[in-house]
């Protein structure tokens, strides 16, 4: 019997959530997506030192700022998995942007402008952006422009209907930190099937094929491989090579949980302007709470990965 890896990519496309180019290649997802953390983590490689070197004397000879040259290793990292995989490539733009809808738009601008420059068409990227009503509304703009987005932290029905409402590509709902939220609040034990995260996707996923709508729904942030098999059949979800490993060694069978043809008690179609979207995430601790984190954990991430190109910078001086 094939694996549970080739089972899953017969009915979802599998997208690898790491910067790690080797990983990626050993598994051979479609897409890849990346953060801050992960290119932070990519960095610390020794196996991608070139990578870091070749940004830094990209940067010392134009005499660029430190976060010129930290945007310019996450482009970097980009076209390499651009080599490897045949599909998108997302990109996120910087987490202190995420109540900065023009902020945003100029930054997404930018990172599609110097993709352009090194070879990568913008037909292939993703502009990665958090999902506030401030990123939804640079995620409209952009969509009338011709660029594709992936709205990530997504935690609730409502950010994921706001998000479609705006024409966005692809949203991202967090599977493992909604686990994370309700083991901690809760203090419960909880199956695949039972799972708060899985339970998550499976509200959007049925209420996007029930209204009709094309955003593509990409399950992410996995805690074990169970969740992802209970989200078999969702049309992608980005999984990180420790689970991906754990999948292709798994010769069990894998029944697909999500068809496009069956929406399972589809919520009511939401209408959502300013402040009923902002009322309506504020009810939602979980939801607003991990937005929250989120956004500070991308923020300090970033702010981690240009320490160390500056460490870098001056060691090569």
């Known amino acids: 019997m094939p694996s549970k890896l ?16 080797d990983a990626i290649r050993r598994f051979g997802a479609v897409d890849a997506t990346t953060n801050p953390s992960l290119i932070l983590k990519a960095a610390r490689m020794p196996n991608y030192a070139r990578i870091l070197d070749e940004a830094i004397l990209w940067g010392r000879d134009r005499n660029h700022l430190t976060s010129e040259i930290t945007d310019r290793l996450a482009l970097m990292f980009g076209v390499e998995l651009s080599k490897i995989v045949p599909g998108r490539i997302s990109t996120e733009v910087d987490a202190d942007l995420s109540f900065d809808t023009v902020g945003t738009v100029t930054k997404a601008g930018q990172i599609i402008t110097e993709y352009e420059k090194l070879g990568l068409n913008h037909k292939r990227i993703l502009i990665k952006i958090a999902a506030t009503w401030e990123g939804i509304r640079a995620a409209e703009i952009l969509q009338r422009e011709g660029i594709d987005c992936n709205m990530t932290l997504v935690f609730s029905l409502t950010q994921a209907a706001a998000c479609a409402d705006a024409g966005a590509y692809l949203i991202s709902p967090f599977v493992g930190r909604i686990l994370d939220w309700y083991t901690k609040n809760e203090g419960k034990t909880y199956t695949a099937e039972t799972d708060p995260g899985v339970l998550s996707v499976r509200q959007i996923y049925h209420y996007y094929k029930a209204h009709q709508i094309e955003t593509i729904v990409m399950g992410a942030s996995f805690r074990n491989k169970g969740e992802i ?7 992608r979800l980005t999984i990180s090579p420790q689970l991906l490993e754990e999948l292709a060694n798994d010769k069990g069978d894998l029944p697909r949980k999500l068809d496009p043809k069956t929406a399972v008690h589809p919520p009511a179609k939401l209408s959502l302007d300013e402040k009923t979207f902002r009322f309506m995430l504020n009810e939602d601790a979980m939801a607003t709470e991990k937005l929250a984190e989120g956004i500070r954990v991308f923020s300090r991430d970033l702010h981690a990965l240009r320490e160390l190109v500056s460490k870098h910078m001056h060691e090569a001086a």
Do not use: P
């Open 6 to 21: 080739d089972q899953l990519k017969a009915m979802t496309t599998v997208v690898a959530d790491t910067s790690d180019i």
């Open 229 to 235: 098999e209970a989200l078999a059949g969702c049309d």
